[in-house]
Structures are given as C-alpha cells and as structure tokens.
C-alpha cells in the first residue's frame, strides 16, 4: 500500500519561502511519478509541479514557473517543493500525489483523465500567503 506523508506547510508573508516535503512508500517510489497540486476554497483542484522520481524530469505550471522548484531524494523517498516568493495567489490546501506514470501522463499531458485518477495522495498540508 502506496503511503504519502506531507509537512512543511505553514503561514509566510508576500515574498517569503516555504519547502513541502513527502515521503512515500519506497517499493512504488523509484518507478513512480510524483506531483503537486493545490485547491483553494471554491475552486477546483490543480496540478502545480510534477516530477519523474526516477529520471527527475520536471513539469510545471506556469503559474509558478521560476518560483517554485520540485525535486526528489531517492534514498529517503520523498519529494520536495520549494516555494519562493510566495504570492497571496498561492494560498492554497497543497496535496502530494503519486502514481503510475501512464496515469500522470493522461491525467497532466493528455488531459484525457481528471486529477481524482490518481490514486495516491497525501492529506494535504495548508500553505497561507498574506498581504
């Protein structure tokens, strides 16, 4: 059973930084694809950062282009995002996921499945901008 365990997530001010981990089970970890995505009240939940964990290849949404940074550790399993010059527009539940790569691929490149395909996912942790 594929486990995700997510901290970091915490209040900062309009331009400060925040680093999110997750840890996941290491039996899917190295065959994996991992993600970040985020949902703010009311609105639906969206992909943020996606990353292969064994090749490291890195996708990202422009929204968060040149702020935000994914990257994995394979010997401890876990997956960061580095938040940097956090916007009040970033405020949002943060949730790690992992997967297949066929279903990342259909859910964030062919968007032929919703982001509710994934199968696994973190229970969120909440990232607060203010100002």
């Known amino acids: 059973q594929v486990q995700l365990v997510e901290s970091g997530g915490g209040s900062v001010q309009a331009g400060g930084s925040l680093r999110l981990s997750c840890a996941v089970s290491e039996y899917t970890a190295s065959s994996s694809c991992m993600g970040w995505f985020r949902q703010a009240p009311g609105k639906e939940r969206e992909g943020v950062a996606y990353?292969?964990?064994?090749?490291?290849?890195?996708t990202y949404a422009d929204s968060v282009k040149g702020r935000f940074t994914i990257s994995r550790d394979n010997a401890k399993n876990t997956v960061y995002l580095q938040l940097n010059s956090l916007e009040p527009e970033d405020t949002a539940m943060y949730y790690c996921?992992?997967?297949?790569?066929?279903?990342?691929?259909?859910?964030?490149?062919?968007?032929?499945?919703?982001?509710?395909?994934?199968?696994?996912w973190g229970q969120g942790t909440q990232v607060t901008v203010s100002s």
């Open positions: 990353i292969h964990f064994g090749a490291g290849i890195t």
């Open positions: 996921a992992a997967d297949q790569c066929a279903r990342f691929i259909g859910v964030v490149l062919a968007k032929t499945l919703p982001v509710s395909a994934i199968t696994h």
